[in-house]
């Protein structure tokens, strides 16, 4: 298996007004996007070229929608992984440049 491209934990995962998990994981790995609980079981997945990534105009930096197979997620990053000693963007634009570059429409 590969390394993730994208690797964010500690990440509360919303559907709806329903919470799924408040200390989940998103993965971008092998091209695929991954929902997980705490407990490492898959929430949803789908390619990354099926997935729509934003930023809902009304929260703060750390959270963003996504949608796969036309189901909508609020996630809510905690910890991801910038490069080695460098802050790097918030965590919300950090998660949508990865789907994007994943999905091959990125620089």
């Given at each position: 298996?590969?390394?993730?491209?994208?690797?964010?934990?500690?990440?509360?995962?919303?559907?709806?007004?329903r919470s799924l998990t408040r200390a989940g994981q998103v993965r971008i790995s092998d091209g695929r996007l991954e929902l997980l609980t705490s407990y490492g079981s898959v929430i949803d997945s789908a390619p990354v070229?099926?997935?729509?990534?934003?930023?809902?105009?009304?929260?703060?930096e750390d959270r963003a929608l996504a949608e796969l197979d036309g189901k909508r997620y609020v996630l809510t990053l905690g910890e991801s992984d910038p490069a080695p000693g460098e802050p790097g963007p918030p965590p919300a634009r950090r998660f949508i440049e990865a789907v994007r570059k994943a999905a091959g429409h990125g620089d």
């Open positions: 298996m590969a390394e993730p491209e994208f690797t964010a934990t500690g990440v509360r995962i919303d559907q709806r007004l070229q099926a997935v729509r990534a934003s930023r809902p105009w009304f929260a703060g």
